[in-house]
């Protein structure tokens, strides 16, 4: 056996041994009746055991009595729904009986809990008193169902409440009892009812951890491909081709790099592209700075020249008129001096305030100027360097960097391509081992069955699983050397026996149809195999006259109802029968099997 099974079994052993007893207690409902002598008798509180509990058909094996519909009755109180789906079991009892209570109740070590389930309002249950008397808010099915799963102390199943126990109730109209494909429910996929059991078996969130690892990391290695396929990520180089093509461009890029420190200035090849960059940006700004700088000290001395110049004529200029133009109008002339000598004045203050304020510009840029070569100097970079350098160091610098990175792109995809296929590989190795290790516990419980049942003289059956890497795994579940119909279903009940006992399955279902074409000697041992389970067991059988004595008064002796026609139905008459059928409308004959 492996390492896993190994530790499946030794934390099953531990947790069985700090179990408790959990079980069905009881189920009542004022409609299950017997009708005696033309009056209806309530059949009152039904109460089960531990081990194997029997619902007694009678010797002629009548249908349409209720075996089948007291079996989903007590599915119904484990959080089941099928009681009431008539298009899936053709269990139309709503439709005869009308709306009605089912009561029951659990055991927990010593603390019995009282419950009740309205047909009415099947997603609510109901607590209730020994009397069943209803106590406090209901609580939804949902709740109801984890509390089931807490109380029954389940701690090794990785799945819910119903995943766990529906599939083991094979009751008539359910679609789970396929002697061939005992793990399908309905129509589900392999796939699906192999999850199931790996959950039921709590080794799948191990699987799944390694799944969700390798989905993590395939969705990235695809999304980045996609992207730089797409030229929306292009710092990584798509081949190699490209890798080397770069790398040819970074060797020439980088001669030309020295070739132009060496001209300039060899300090600088320490300096990183951030440090040159930002001292090119520096550069710039101060060329602005200077060129600004010009343009005011132009202004000024434009101005300063005005002012020291003057504006207007002086007398001595009118006189020099005069001698070139003796009739001249001097009286007017010397008028509007008058007037250019008031404006004179006027632009006068305003050039002096002008001067001001260009000598205020020039200084505060000069400042500026001064602040950023302070800080050009602090980055390393002399000031007498220019722009035209600093940019054409920058751009090869910034290109050589940017082709590095396409390769280290390059790099950085092949590892992840790399880690993905590890990861997959990982995945793939995981999911076959668990199902490894759960193979080989069920058939070697399946052989010790078999071997009990036919004293080592027979082949037991075998479950095999294929195609477990690719997460879509199929099985093949008999018996090589035996494929009869009657050995195919002793197989269906060996298998579930084996998984009941190697895991925390509470409790299995087996409905009367899965024992018709079993032979004595295999229903002899299997009614012990029930007896000794330690878990409770419920089936329905009918014809037990016809059996060995062994089975016939172990099934009379473990019975909790004893259901025949003509007024011990399980509600006291049948509707399937046109003279008792009270509605008068047609029947199925798979009505209360």
Not at 162 to 176: D, E, K, M, P, Q
Request: aromatic share 10%; glycine share 6%; proline share 2%.
């Amino acid at each position: 056996m492996c390492s896993t099974a190994c530790m499946h079994l030794e934390r099953l052993s531990t947790t069985k041994m700090r179990k408790y007893c959990a079980m069905l207690y009881e189920i009542e409902c004022d409609q299950f009746a017997e009708t005696i002598n033309g009056q209806r008798v309530p059949r009152g509180r039904i109460r089960f055991r531990p081990g194997l509990n029997t619902v007694l058909g009678d010797r002629q094996g009548e249908n349409s009595i209720g075996k089948s519909t007291f079996l989903l009755t007590v599915d119904f109180c484990f959080g089941g729904n099928d009681y009431l789906d008539s298009e899936k079991t053709k269990n139309n009892v709503v439709r005869f009986v009308g709306n009605h209570v089912i009561k029951f109740a659990f055991k927990f070590g010593d603390r019995i809990e009282y419950y009740s389930r309205n047909t009415l309002d099947p997603t609510h249950v109901s607590k209730c008193d020994e009397n069943y008397n209803e106590i406090g808010d209901a609580i939804s099915l949902d709740d109801f169902q984890k509390h089931l799963f807490t109380s029954y102390q389940i701690q090794t199943a990785q799945c819910s409440w119903r995943s766990l126990v529906g599939r083991f109730a094979r009751i008539y109209g359910r679609h789970n009892y396929s002697e061939e494909f005992p793990l399908q429910y309905g129509g589900e996929p392999d796939a699906d009812a192999i999850k199931a059991l790996e959950q039921i078996y709590g080794v799948y969130d191990l699987v799944k951890e390694y799944e969700d690892f390798y989905k993590a990391k395939n969705k990235r290695k695809t999304v980045r491909t996609n992207a730089a396929n797409l030229g929306e990520i292009v710092t990584i180089a798509r081949t190699k081709k490209q890798v080397k093509a770069n790398t040819k461009e970074v060797e020439e890029l980088e001669k030309q790099l020295e070739e132009l420190l060496n001209k300039e200035d060899r300090s600088l090849a320490e300096k990183d592209t951030t440090q040159l960059d930002k001292a090119a940006e520096i550069k710039g700004q101060i060329t602005v700075l200077k060129r600004r700088r010009t343009r005011l000290v132009s202004q000024l001395n434009a101005v300063k020249a005005n002012l020291e110049e003057g504006l207007t004529p002086t007398s001595d200029d009118i006189q020099d008129l005069q001698e070139f133009f003796p009739k001249a109008n001097i009286a007017k002339l010397e008028t509007i001096e008058h007037f250019h000598k008031k404006m004179q004045t006027i632009l006068t203050d305003e050039m002096s305030e002008e001067v001001q304020r260009l000598e205020a510009l020039i200084a505060e840029s000069t400042k500026e100027m001064q602040r950023l070569e302070d800080e050009q100097r602090q980055l390393g970079v002399p000031t007498h360097v220019s722009k035209k350098f600093l940019d054409e160091t920058v751009r090869l610098r910034s290109r050589i960097n940017f082709l590095k990175t396409q390769n280290e792109g390059y790099d950085e995809s092949q590892k992840l391509a790399a880690e993905t296929k590890d990861a997959k590989t990982r995945m793939e190795d995981v999911r076959k081992n668990q199902l490894d290790s759960v193979q080989a516990m069920i058939n070697q419980e399946m052989v010790r069955l078999n071997d009990f049942i036919y004293d080592g003289k027979q082949y037991a059956p075998e479950i095999k699983f294929s195609d477990a890497k690719n997460g879509n795994p199929k099985y093949t579940f008999g018996c090589d050397w035996n494929s009869g119909t009657g050995e195919n279903y002793k197989n269906l009940i060996i298998f579930d026996l084996s998984v009941f006992k190697t895991t925390e399955l509470p409790f299995i279902v087996h409905d009367s149809l899965i024992f018709k074409n079993i032979a004595d000697l295999p229903i002899d041992k299997i009614m012990q195999l029930y007896m000794n389970s330690g878990k409770q067991v419920f089936i329905s059988f009918d014809k037990h006259k016809a059996f060995t004595d062994y089975t016939a008064k172990t099934v009379y002796d473990t019975r909790v109802i004893e259901l025949h026609d003509n007024g011990g139905e399980l509600f006291g008459w049948s509707w399937a029968k046109k003279a008792e059928n009270e509605s008068g409308e047609e029947s199925s004959e798979d009505d209360e099997k």
